[in-house]
């Protein structure tokens, strides 16, 4: 049976999810680059600092070293790979709604601040770091 003729047999759903399988889940897009986790993670950020100056408010977030360090909406630190465990693009951001979550917009996976996908984009975690405030020193670590 030629290809066509079985597609026709198959139906026109069959057929569509035969030929375009990856739509939404399987491409690279976002800005197309698969990023490595990041491991041995240990830095500190001074919040008397002009870095440390925009996590002064509770929602408020930074990127570093692949890290997405936030002062969440209860005023504490919490740290998650910038890097998306669903395809490896850097587009996780912290979103101050909701009680506070994290968001790839690559293609829209979300995780909550233990790192616990809450949609179906992708059932793997997104890694949290440790986070631990000394005086005006914040350090994240794994
Ligand atoms: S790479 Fe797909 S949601 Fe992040």
Excluded: W, Y
């Amino acid at each position: 049976m030629e290809r066509k003729a079985f597609l026709k047999t198959l139906g026109a759903g069959a057929a569509f999810a035969l030929t375009f399988p990856c739509l939404q889940g399987c491409s690279k897009d976002g800005d197309g680059e698969e990023n490595p986790v990041p491991t041995g993670v240990d830095f500190t950020i001074d919040l008397n600092s002009a870095e440390g100056a925009d996590l002064q408010n509770n929602g408020d977030f930074i990127l570093k070293n692949d890290v997405v360090v936030v002062k969440n909406l209860q005023g504490q630190f919490v740290a998650a790979s910038q890097i998306c465990s669903h395809q490896g693009t850097d587009q996780v951001r912290f979103i101050a709604e909701d009680g506070g979550f994290f968001r790839c917009f690559t293609h829209n996976s979300e995780f909550d601040q233990n790192g616990t996908p809450l949609n179906t984009i992708t059932n793997n975690p997104l890694k949290i770091f440790s986070t631990e405030l000394n005086g005006n020193i914040l350090r994240i670590f794994d």
